[in-house]
């Protein structure tokens, strides 16, 4: 947390917050009656959770975790800086929370369509079909789920080169998906070891995250020849290109 964000001035209104909330009022709002919360107000409170969600989301894909501000997540939602820390608490749990909530979905996606090609393919299982199935649940999100979808694939494109926690945070979200895929890729290339198909997945996910941030860098190189944002044609290279490095990889390392 910023000296900012733990100044006593900021300190107050989050302590308010929390008694009106004891109350059975969020941040703004006259205090309830006692029981369960009427309906209206729980749909308000996941609505105003999702304002702040997607506010962060796309100030932290454009600058990063350091160049953005508890402040400037409130300001961008339209609400209250103690209502940001009322539902989320310091700016780290609050990346969190927008790093999780898409991330099940992909994640859950890819599994889900790796596991049903393999069960569909059975011992004509193939890499280039594997892969396939991998990457597009992610490129299909970011082509047809809207804004939103655009910046969380670049603000994992970003944690993914992070030195400081990006590790982790991949770690934490993405690992237990890609070590289904290379579990089921060590089907197919029997003779690759272990420490094969962790560095052809890392040449992958480097190339993956980067296309999916859609820099305009490609853009630039080719003269316009080949665009960052063509994510169809992006992805059929992709699973070729993939496919043929984890091949040239296999043997590199003993077993």
């Known amino acids: 947390m910023s ?18 909330a004891a109350a059975g009022a969020l941040p703004g709002q006259v205090p309830a009656r006692r029981g369960r919360p009427p309906k209206t107000q729980a749909k308000a409170a996941g609505e105003t959770r999702d304002l702040i969600l997607d506010a962060a989301e796309d100030l932290f894909s454009k600058h990063g975790f350091y160049g953005v501000t508890i402040r400037e997540v409130a300001r961008e939602a339209g609400v ?17 929370a927008v790093f999780l909530r898409r991330a099940e ?29 991998f990457l597009r649940p992610p490129f ?18 970003q944690t993914n080169a992070n030195p400081t926690f990006g ?4 770690a934490r979200y993405f690992d237990p998906a890609i070590r289904r895929l290379i579990e089921l890729i060590a089907v197919v290339l029997p003779d690759a070891s272990e420490v094969d198909l ?8 480097g190339a993956l995250t980067l296309t999916l941030g859609e820099t305009g ?12 944002g063509d994510l169809e044609t992006a992805g059929d290279y992709m699973v070729r290109f993939a496919a043929a490095g984890f091949r040239a990889v296999v043997g590199m390392s003993p077993r």
């Open 217 to 228: 860098r490609l853009d630039r190189l080719s003269g316009g020849l080949a665009r960052s």
């Open 80 to 96: 209250d800086t103690a209502l940001v820390h009322y539902y989320f608490g310091a700016k780290r749990d609050l990346f969190d």
């Open 105 to 133: 979905v992909w994640n859950d996606d890819r599994v889900a369509a790796i596991d049903r090609y393999a069960e569909a393919a059975g011992p004509d299982m193939t890499l280039e079909g594997l892969l396939e199935a």
């Open 167 to 170: 590790g982790e945070t991949m």
């Open 140 to 157: 299909e999100w970011s082509l047809k789920g809207g804004p939103g979808w655009k910046h969380y694939a670049a603000l994992v494109a």
């Open 3 to 20: 000296k900012l964000d733990a100044s006593p001035a900021a300190v107050r209104p989050i302590a308010a917050a929390r008694r009106k």
């Open 198 to 205: 962790y560095w052809g997945y890392h040449n992958l996910s």
